[in-house]
């Protein structure tokens, strides 16, 4: 199966089509999964090309778009997801109102479980003036490349990386108004139980929840139903992006061109849960 999809995306031919046929079929239950695996091949064929198209749609590897525009990447490097839709500042497109600077400077402290290099936690300092951050990777090499990202940007003062997250460092929210950020692979069935819910009765949590790795929605949601509101968010697929997300700085390529620059290359259509603290919804009120 592997090298039939590297022989169907090599040819740039054959990947036009492709595309055409996956964006035409993109709202057909179970095809997501397909197309997937082809442009993740096809993304991971054509690094080099992504990369010469970064470089010239932004030559400083500025972010041109989204909550964090304006963070400069300092090597195109990322850590455990897709750099050029970061680049783009349509890299979970899906969340971006939940990052106006107004609402993040309403928490004091932000801990971004998951931080791969930075992308987050770096963006919300660079971007704001209040909440220090903290930021957790078990990766040496995603907490080397996020010290690099917050040196890059000037902001390595306001956050304090850390290894391993817990439920009992969690503790330190006990008292604060804070933002959780969650991205651990389904760890955060383990990170966020009965227990630490009690910590987080003032804080705000954005969780990627990961299904296909064990995690279950319907349990978390339990776990908070009582101390917070609760919203589910749906990605996109990334053949859905393509139809729908207007950058200007990528209208004048092909579609198929496009697919590739905008693609996250998630296994399967991912929820977040949205936590929003009732707490502070009733002070607010």
């Not at 990170?191 to 987080?200: A, G, P, Q």
Request: hydrophobic share 40%.
């Amino acid at each position: 199966m592997r090298r039939i999809k590297r022989l169907l995306v090599r040819s740039e031919i054959g990947w036009q089509i492709l595309a055409s046929t996956f964006l035409l079929l993109r709202r057909i239950s179970g095809l997501s999964r397909i197309s997937h695996r082809f442009l993740y091949e096809k993304c991971i064929q054509s690094k080099e090309y992504i990369n010469h198209l970064i470089n010239d749609i932004s030559p400083t590897h500025t972010v041109i778009s989204g909550p964090f525009q304006g963070m400069v990447y300092s090597t195109l490097q990322s850590a455990g997801s897709m750099l050029a839709p970061k680049i783009l500042g349509t890299y979970e497109a899906e969340l971006a109102l939940l990052f106006k600077k107004e609402r993040l400077n309403s928490y004091e402290i932000v801990v971004d479980v998951g931080c791969a290099e930075g992308y987050y936690a770096v963006g919300i300092a660079l971007s704001t003036d209040k909440p220090h951050i903290v930021a957790y990777d078990t990766s040496d090499t995603a907490r080397k490349m996020c010290q690099e990202l917050a040196l890059k940007n000037q902001v390595e003062q306001r956050i304090d990386i850390r290894s391993t997250c817990t439920s009992e460092e969690l503790k330190e929210l006990r008292n604060m108004r804070g933002l959780v950020i969650s991205d651990c692979e389904g760890y955060e069935m383990e990170l966020f139980t009965k227990d630490s819910v009690s910590f987080l009765a003032n804080s705000d949590l954005i969780i990627e929840v990961h299904e296909h790795e064990g995690a279950d929605l319907q349990l978390l949601m339990k776990t908070f139903e009582k101390t917070h509101d609760l919203e589910i968010i749906q990605s996109r697929t990334d053949f859905e992006k393509v139809a729908e997300y207007k950058v200007p700085e990528i209208a004048s390529l092909s579609f198929a061109r496009r697919a590739i620059l905008l693609a996250e290359c998630r296994p399967c259509r991912m929820s977040w849960l949205v936590a929003v603290a009732k707490s502070q919804i009733e002070h607010d009120g």
